[in-house]
């Protein structure tokens, strides 16, 4: 209650300092994370961290201030009258905006993303399971000659937003994460890697085994890969490659974005963007994710919507000032980096909606000839205003319904677009990898280059 207490008493402040507005953002967390190499911690690192940010708004100029606290909220008032300072000053140099504001109170709903265990644990059961995650890896195949990451992250946090139009929220979170990075090699000398990563806000959805098991697999897979001719074939894009295009996705779907004229998206609201097999959703109400949480950054409670349906775009994402720039309702997806940043905006858990039917192994015995793609290099080069791509690529070769040999150095090129326009299947292996998920895809034939 501290925190809210002095954030509400910030807020008075600035107000009887002449602010129409203000809103207070205040993040406390607290963390630790290993490394394990050879049995042993090969690196290990606490944190712990403690910020407060103050916006303003005075005759409808934004002002803006923020403070580190390494004393907790209670010791630092002469810091806090500074902060207040700055903002109300900083209000003076920025030009009118009549978009700029905060938004009103909305009652958030009931979200799981607090767990006890996780915020108890200790640092030797942190280092047991990044040990673990190392050993995992390594047992799981005589190929398997080292582990290049195998590091366990732990942390809780603490988030309270109060503003001047009765928003008063404050919520505690916690994360477990796992991750790592196994090579493979042959007797020919052919080396691979692969990885695999697990992460929730729950402790008992990590499989510490599961992880190292997965990033071994990967790598295995690979071994042996061989060139191929150039070939237009259908691919199936395995579960994290399709998390990775949908990523480029989800940022054109930034009401930021449209507005700026930075996304391939604009102005096709209400069309048939992608094939009518998909529908995206944003939900940060989703229990246990890490994307989850009861209000964004704002303190606008978050919620379950669905982006594109049957392939239709139905809107975007917003924060309170996009959202009245549009002449529309924040949807809850305010973010900040840090209490250092103005919120911009982002998505929750954000995913393609599975399907019941196929599986990814399905897909593969449902195809004469086509490509497993397993891995893509360099996502995140795609052009973010045009959609387009090109990227290298590794996986699988399929004839006859089965994966034949591994494939290497090959590239596929094309349109974000047009490629999920191509999408003839949906599997119903929905993984999430971070706070964004998808199933295994089936696109229709693409270019695919050596």
């Not at 196994?182 to 020919?188: E, G, L, Q, S, Y």
């Amino acid at each position: 209650m501290e925190a809210q207490e002095v954030a509400a008493d910030i807020v008075r402040k600035a107000l009887n300092r002449g602010c129409t507005a203000a809103e207070v953002f205040v993040k406390s967390s607290q963390g630790i994370s290993v490394e394990a190499k050879d049995g042993r911690v090969e690196a290990m690192e606490v944190s712990r961290g403690f910020g407060l940010s103050l916006k303003v708004i005075r005759r409808r100029k934004l002002g803006f201030a923020f403070m580190t606290m390494p004393a907790g909220i209670g010791s630092c008032r002469k810091e806090i009258d500074r902060t207040i300072d700055e903002a109300v000053q900083g209000s003076e140099w920025t030009a009118a905006d009549e978009y700029t504001g905060i938004p009103d109170y909305m009652p958030p709903g009931d979200v799981l993303v607090f767990d006890e265990k996780i915020n108890s644990i200790d640092e030797g059961d942190v280092i047991r399971d990044a040990i673990l995650l190392e050993d995992s890896a390594l047992s799981y195949d005589e190929r398997i000659k080292k582990v290049r990451k195998a590091a366990v992250s732990a942390g809780a946090g603490k988030t309270v937003i109060v503003n001047s139009k009765g928003v008063n929220a404050a919520y505690e979170a916690t994360y477990y994460s796992a991750h790592v990075t196994a090579v493979a090699t042959d007797r020919d000398g052919d080396s691979q890697m692969g990885w695999d990563y697990a992460g929730s806000r729950r402790l008992s959805d990590i499989d510490i085994k599961s992880v190292g098991e997965g990033a071994s697999k990967r790598a295995l897979e690979l071994l042996g890969s061989v060139r191929i001719s150039p070939v237009k074939i259908p691919v199936i894009l395995a579960p994290f490659v399709a998390v990775e295009f949908l990523e480029i996705l989800s940022a054109s779907l930034s009401a930021e974005a449209v507005q700026k004229q930075r996304s391939f998206l604009a102005g096709k609201s209400g069309q048939e963007v992608v094939s009518p097999l998909l529908d995206i959703i944003d939900d940060g109400t989703m229990a246990w994710r890490t994307g989850t949480r009861p209000v964004d950054d704002e303190g606008v409670p978050v919620a379950n919507k669905t982006l594109v349906s049957g392939g239709v775009l139905r809107g975007f994402i917003h924060n309170t000032y996009t959202a009245a720039k549009d002449n529309t309702a924040s949807t809850g997806n305010a973010s900040r980096g840090s209490f250092k940043s103005l919120p911009g905006i982002d998505v929750t858990n954000f995913y393609i909606k599975p399907d019941g039917g196929k599986s990814g192994d399905d897909m593969v015995k449902s195809l004469s000839r086509g490509i497993l793609i397993l891995g893509a290099m360099g996502v995140h080069t795609a052009n973010p205003v045009s959609g387009d791509f090109s990227v290298g690529i590794s996986g699988q070769w399929i004839e006859n319904g089965e994966t034949v040999y591994p494939v290497k150095e090959a590239v596929i090129s094309g349109n974000i677009l047009d490629m999920f326009r191509k999408v003839e299947g949906v599997g119903n292996d929905l993984r999430f990898y971070g706070n964004i998920g998808s199933p295994s895809l089936l696109i229709g034939d693409m270019d695919v280059s050596a």
